[in-house]
């Protein structure tokens, strides 16, 4: 099946520090998710990506779609802790959904 | 304001015995999916059933079943199962099968076969 390769695996920062993660394919999608998973719950959209290219923000968060549609990124601004939890990226291309294997983020007060 | 619901949160089970997964969605979802999630490696996904009446194997189908019950209801069963099917099982529902359309997951159901 396609694979998705999220970097990075984790991430231990100081809170107000800025966070960047992204997903690589050798597989063109035709979207883009982002998902945040907090402890003992399901995983949550954050940002839906629907064009090449296409730059969104969601409040501190932004993502782009690459433009060769292969790859993209989640950055956060002035992390706090409530930003702790494992980000997810999937990208759908067809009737196929592939996910990351997940970014784990840590906020140090 | 459910959204995704699964059940049970949490169970042990032994090598070998059976269980059934249940998750129902009450937001009139066409599309719905069962995933596993280990450490590392994201969500796997299981089977999934594009609209009520079909359903297909996802990337890890090996040892599960599925029946989608109604449009609302998509159950998972392990018929005997294995330790190397401890894990948190993710049930998720979207509006259709299209591939634009985010998914909307339960809180999960954490399995341990010993």
């Known amino acids: 099946g396609q694979q998705l390769n999220q970097s990075p695996q984790s991430m231990f920062i100081q809170e107000g520090e800025d966070v960047s993660m992204n997903c690589t394919s050798s597989?063109?999608?035709?979207?883009w998710l982002w998902y945040k998973q907090d402890p003992g719950e399901g995983p949550v959209l954050l940002i839906a990506l629907y064009k090449a290219g296409e730059l969104t923000s969601n409040g501190r968060l932004t993502a782009q779609f690459g433009i060769t549609r292969k790859d993209s990124f989640l950055n956060i601004s002035a992390s706090i802790p409530s930003d702790v939890g494992i980000y997810f990226c999937?990208?759908?291309?067809?009737?196929?959904?592939?996910f990351g294997g997940g970014t784990r983020l840590m906020v140090k007060p | 304001n459910a959204g995704v619901t699964q059940t049970p949160k949490f169970q042990v089970l032994k090598t070998g015995q059976s269980m059934t997964l249940q998750c129902a969605q009450d937001?009139?979802?066409?599309?719905m999916y069962w995933y596993r999630q280990d450490p590392g490696m994201g969500l796997r996904l299981i089977y999934y059933?594009?609209?009520?009446?079909?359903?297909d194997k996802g990337e890890v189908p090996n040892g599960y079943n599925v029946s989608r019950l109604n449009k609302r209801e998509f159950s998972l069963r392990l018929e005997s199962a294995a330790p190397s099917q401890t894990s948190v099982y993710f049930c998720?529902?979207?509006?259709?099968?299209?591939?634009?359309?985010?998914?909307?997951f339960g809180d999960g159901t954490r399995l341990s076969i010993l």
């Open positions: 998720a529902s979207t509006v259709t099968g299209q591939s634009t359309q985010p998914q909307h």
């Open positions: 597989s063109i999608f035709n979207t």
């Open positions: 999937e990208g759908n291309a067809g009737n196929m959904l592939t």
């Open positions: 059933s594009a609209s009520e009446g079909t359903t």
């Open positions: 937001m009139n979802h066409n599309s």
